[in-house]
Nanobody, 121 residues
């Protein structure tokens, strides 16, 4: 089994910063892309940032220049550094990873349980 566990969510004031972490564990053969999504109340889940195994990144327009996704391949961990936070960033943040469990088989998407980020004064 594969597990993704996020951490780092918190209550922070506008203009503040947070760093989210997500660790993948279990029977992992290889990890391809890793990404962060978020879902605000009453809204659909949206992609925040993506990092491919080749190192390419993709960010939502709303977070470009403020958020940075990075990865520690040795520790199967992906990070999201969030700066200059606003109330619009308030959401549950979910980690996503495309993982192959068995060689020569298909890779599948796995999700974490989510971590709450609240930006409020």
């Amino acid at each position: 089994q594969v597990q993704l566990v996020e951490s780092g969510g918190d209550l922070v004031q506008p203009g503040g910063s947070l760093r989210l972490s997500c660790v993948a564990s279990g029977s992992i053969f290889s990890i391809y892309g890793m990404a962060w999504y978020r879902q605000a109340p009453g809204k659909q889940r949206e992609l925040v940032a993506m990092l491919t195994s080749g190192g390419s990144t993709n960010y939502a327009d709303s977070v470009k220049g403020r958020f940075t996704i990075s990865r520690d391949n040795a520790k199967n961990t992906v990070f999201l550094q969030m700066n200059s936070l606003t109330s619009e960033d308030t959401a549950v943040y979910y980690c996503n990873a495309r993982i192959k469990v068995v060689p020569n088989t298909k890779a599948y998407d796995y999700w974490g349980q989510g971590t709450q980020v609240t930006v409020s004064s």
